[in-house]
């Protein structure tokens, strides 16, 4: 441990450390040392004394390891050897050490290496400065910093000067205007805050955005089920108008047939009213009268049976139109939330043939009616001709009274003639009405077979578009999740960066004092007692690896001459 002291004028010294020795270089005066205080009396200027301390503990412990090939070699063994060389360079604190030297002071440490004897030098961490023909590599170990560190070359004789360490208290006077850069980092926060904000608000509309997608899928969802139901439904109408139509056709084709034994029955009538108008009943009238009134019944009977046969073969279409009222509305609801005109009006036409085959279908009940009608007064007939059957039949039997046969015949002809000339009229009004119906119920089954043509392609478009709304739906999921995820992402910076500005602040004088040293009064390495410290250095350095040199060899001693020897000698 060397001390310095510059006096200006003479006078005493005293100092402190705990030392196993002292001595004085720069005069030959004597030091004085007792209980660890060293004092000497010395005249003006400098004073250098080394004082060789108990314990030699530095802040920084230092390990240096030499490598030839891979193989760990001590740096007396190193020396004179050719080969890959490595040597691995390793500071760190020593926590033995009492006092913030360490915390305060920098290390440089620089090493020398000739480049005739080492090439492919690397060494990552060093400044490297060409020095003649040598390679000085200096490393700077900041206060409060290691150092670990390896340096490469392949080597011929190596050779190399000691590795020098300097321990300086760094004291730098670095002033950064740091004003331009804690701005740029207010305007990062505002627009971090402003990017969260952002985030925010799109998180909130892909929300909005995700509802309304779910409800355009289900609206979807809905055209596609009604889509389907109108193509089923359209195909059931067209199936239904075309069994109507076949029916039509056929009560159409029996409307001649039903008019002629209309027309016959009240030819019948009105003859039989003629005969019975007269006085005279012989047994061939009577016979005629018996076979005219089975005839009668039997066309009654016939008629009955084919009005009945009619009435089951009108279909009951009730439902039907009930059903396509219904189907309309759905289908004009859809329209109204389709996303495109063309889907709007390809409902809305669906739905307008719908309703006008409803209103069509709607005609039936009255068809259904007249026939019931015309049922009933041919059940009231063929009750009457019953009743006059069984009464001719009664005559042939019973000629005791003729007059009061007749007279009762003669009433209940006069009924049957009555109810024929209301049967034959209701009978050309229905078969008039049949025949009507049937020329129009031929637009109707057209238009079931264009609706359901229609349905079917509607339903293929509906399913296409409840494709495209579901997954339209799932991408805006989708989306909505990753804005989310950006919201928490943005609110989770946002909250990180909150205050970071002092931060920054705080980061940049924690780094700028690393490099000043601190700002704390010097201190005595040695002894607490020591005052007034101008400065502390510490300076070590390794040996030089060397080859040793050669012993000098001994002179050999040459042999005495005699006075011939001498003589002789001057001659040769």
């Known amino acids: 441990m060397v001390n310095i002291?510059?006096?200006?004028?003479?006078?005493?010294?005293?100092?402190?450390?705990?030392?196993?020795?002292?001595?004085n270089m720069t005069t030959t005066d004597e030091l004085t040392y007792a209980d660890g205080r060293?004092?000497?009396?010395?005249?003006?200027?400098k004073l250098y004394y080394e004082g060789r301390l108990a314990e030699d503990v530095m802040p920084w412990t230092v390990a240096i390891h030499y490598y030839l090939d891979g193989a760990e070699l001590t740096a007396e063994e190193l020396a004179g050897k050719s080969g890959e060389m490595l040597i691995t360079l390793t500071v760190e604190k020593n926590d033995a050490c009492p006092g913030d030297f360490f915390e305060n002071y920098a290390l440089q440490v620089s090493l020398t290496l000739d480049t005739d004897r080492c090439e492919d030098i690397t060494a990552a961490d060093a400044t490297v400065a060409n020095v003649g023909g040598d390679k000085q590599l200096t490393y700077t170990v900041l206060p409060g910093r290691g150092l670990d560190t390896q340096i490469t070359a392949r080597v011929t004789d190596f050779e190399m000067e000691g590795i020098s360490l300097n321990?300086?208290?760094?004291?730098l006077s670095v002033e950064v205007d740091d004003g331009e850069l804690m701005d740029q980092v207010r305007e990062l926060i505002d627009a971090v805050a402003a990017l969260d904000d952002g985030a925010a608000a799109l998180a909130s509309g892909t929300a909005e955005l995700s509802g309304g997608a779910e409800e355009l899928s289900a609206g979807a969802a809905t055209v596609q089920s009604g889509a389907a139901n109108l193509a089923q439904g359209a195909r059931e109408l067209s199936a239904g108008a075309a069994t109507v139509k076949s029916g039509l056709s056929s009560l159409s084709?029996?409307?001649?047939?039903?008019?002629?034994g209309a027309s016959q029955i009240l030819t019948g009538l009105q003859a039989l009213q003629s005969q019975l108008a007269g006085t005279?009943?012989?047994?061939?009238?009577?016979?005629?009268?018996?076979a005219a009134s089975a005839q009668i019944r039997a066309g009654v009977d016939q008629l009955a049976s084919g009005l009945a046969s009619l009435r089951q073969s009108i279909p009951d279409m009730s439902e039907l139109a009930a059903a396509n009222n219904a189907t309309a509305a759905s289908l004009r609801n859809a329209a109204a939330a389709a996303p495109d005109e063309g889907t709007q009006a390809l409902l809305n036409d669906a739905a307008a043939v719908l309703q006008q085959d409803a209103l069509v279908l709607s005609a039936l009940p009255s068809l259904t009616a007249a026939v019931d009608q015309l049922s009933a007064g041919a059940a009231e007939l063929q009750a009457n001709c019953a009743a006059f059957d069984t009464a001719v039949q009664a005559l042939a039997v019973t000629l005791a009274d003729?007059?009061?046969?007749?007279?009762?015949?003669?009433?209940?002809v006069d009924a049957l003639a009555a109810g024929a000339q209301t049967l034959s009229t209701g009978v050309s009004a229905y078969t008039a009405g049949a025949d009507q119906l049937n020329a129009s119920f031929g637009a109707i089954t057209s238009g079931a077979a264009s609706l359901a043509s229609g349905g079917d392609t509607l339903s293929a478009g509906a399913g296409k578009l409840g494709t495209g709304a579901a997954d339209l739906a799932d991408g805006i999921v989708l989306a909505d999740t990753g804005a989310a995820d950006l919201a928490d992402g943005t609110a989770a910076m946002r909250e990180r960066t909150d205050g970071i500005d002092g931060r920054i602040q705080d980061k940049i004088d924690e780094l700028l004092a690393s490099f000043s040293g601190g700002t704390g009064e010097t201190v005595s390495f040695v002894s607490a007692?020591?005052?007034?410290?101008?400065?502390v250095q510490f300076v070590l350095r390794t040996a030089p690896i060397q080859v040793p040199a050669p012993a000098p060899q001994e002179e050999a001693e040459e042999p005495?001459?005699?006075?011939?020897?001498?003589?002789?000698?001057?001659f040769r």
């Open 529 to 535: 007692d020591n005052v007034n410290i101008r400065s």
């Open 280 to 290: 005279g009943l012989s047994g061939g009238d009577v016979s005629a009268l018996t």
């Open 402 to 412: 003729p007059a009061a046969v007749i007279a009762q015949l003669k009433g209940a």
């Open 560 to 570: 005495e001459l005699n006075f011939w020897e001498k003589l002789t000698d001057l």
């Open 253 to 260: 084709g029996q409307s001649a047939s039903l008019n002629a």
């Open 5 to 23: 002291f510059d006096l200006a004028q003479a006078g005493e010294i005293v100092d402190y450390g705990d030392y196993v020795s002292v001595r």
């Open 38 to 45: 060293v004092s000497a009396s010395v005249g003006a200027g």
């Open 167 to 171: 321990g300086v208290a760094m004291n």
